[in-house]
Structures are given as C-alpha cells and as structure tokens.
C-alpha cells in the first residue's frame, strides 16, 4: 500500500477552523501548533491507524470520512462510529489506538506530534476545555447512534444518516438557512448498510423511497438535496433541535 502523501495547508484556509480543537487559538497559538503539525492525505481504503497500534500522533479530519471498526476475536469487525470534518483522532495521554480507523473516501488529516500536542494543552487549558467539549459531543452522538441502531426503523435509519451528514456539513460551511441542504454523500450504499446495520438492497429501497416521497432529491448516487430539513427530521423520528420526538 502507498504511503499517505504530504500536503500544506494554510491554518488561515482552513475550512474545520471554527469547529476545530484549535478553535479558540489566537495568532501566538497558532504559531506553536503550526510548528508541531503536518498534513497527510489517505486514500480510500487506507488504514489511518489500526487498533492496538502506536499512535505518535493525534490530529483532525479536514476533508473526507473515516469508519471506526473493532475486530472481535472471531475476526468479525463492527463500525462503530464515523469521523467526519473536524472530528479528532487519537488520545491525548493514551499511546495506542483503541479501534481501527480507516478512510472511507480520500481524507485529509491535520497532524499534531502527540508529546508537544499534549505539552502545548498543559499550558494552553482552552485547547484542554475545547477537545474536552469535543469529547463529550462525541459521547452524546454516541448515545444518539445507539437508539438509531436500536429502536429505529429501516426508513428512520436512512433519515438519521441523512440528517447527521446534512447537519454537519452546514455547520461547515456556516449556513444560515435551516430549511434547504444540499451536500454530497460520503458514503457508498454498502458503507450505509455496514453502518446501520441493514443489507444494501434495504438501503437501496429506502433511499428510492425518500427520493419518490419528495423527502430529498438525488443527482446520480451522491449529490443530496434537502428541500425541507424540517420534514427530513420527522422521518427521522428526530425534532426541529435534532432531538428524539417522544
């Protein structure tokens, strides 16, 4: 397999910026984490780090889609998460990696050398407070997947993948409209139904379904248009907050 390729990428540029763990950074901080980073590109199918392994160091998900997989001791795997724009990798004060982490579509990764990462939050606690925030965003999205998973239906599945990406890129890219998204899919139907835990003719026949019923638009397999986030949410189980309707 070919190794992950370098590419320089201007922190002023950067389209995770304010989502980030370097968020609250001013031009100083900045300065530090730009002497202690570098960036790599993985290409689809490229393991970003395995499970169990040494990991140097910790670093953000700038473009592109990651799984997150434990392998059982039968040799069976279970994704068990996705990383998306912004998500973090690795553990500060943790030196391996807990899961399989692989690219899904081509990832960009913003990298940090663990030891001066971990250094530079011991001085800097707002970088220590934003990853903290992060985590336990992370956690609530977690508990989210686990009733998606749990107690949805195959349709409601489909809609809370669909709602979770549409949301997230329009955190990305600071859109103020609530009701229309357009955005493309990172994700394969066979991804979908490895994820969600259906087969892939289910998924097939779910997103045809939303499409006919007017829910979201397609232009070929990728391209999603959402022409009502509102009704998207309803189908979903979820309400206009993206919390669960009870």
Known sequence: MNAPTIQNVNCGDCPIRHRAVCARCDADELEVLDSIKYYRTYDAGQPITWSGDRMDFVGSVVSGIATLTQTMEDGRTQMVGLLLPSDFVGRPGRDTAAYNV???STVVMCCFRKKPFEEMMAKTPHVAHR???MTLDEL????EWMLVLGRKTAREKIAS???ILARRDASLQLHKDSNRRVFDLPLTREAMAD???LTLETVSRQVSALRKD?????EGKRHVTVPDMGRLMEE????SDGGCLI
Do not use: C
């Not at 609530?140 to 508990?143: L, N, T, V, Y």
């Not at 007017?214 to 397609?218: A, P, Q, W």
């Not at 979903?236 to 309400?239: F, L, P």
């Open 140 to 143: 609530d999205a977690a508990r």
């Open 131 to 133: 990853l903290l925030e």
């Open 214 to 218: 007017g829910v979201i638009e397609l």
């Open 161 to 163: 993948l669909l709602s």
């Open 195 to 197: 994820y969600l835990g």
């Open 102 to 104: 692989v690219a899904t």
């Open 236 to 239: 979903a189980g979820d309400d």
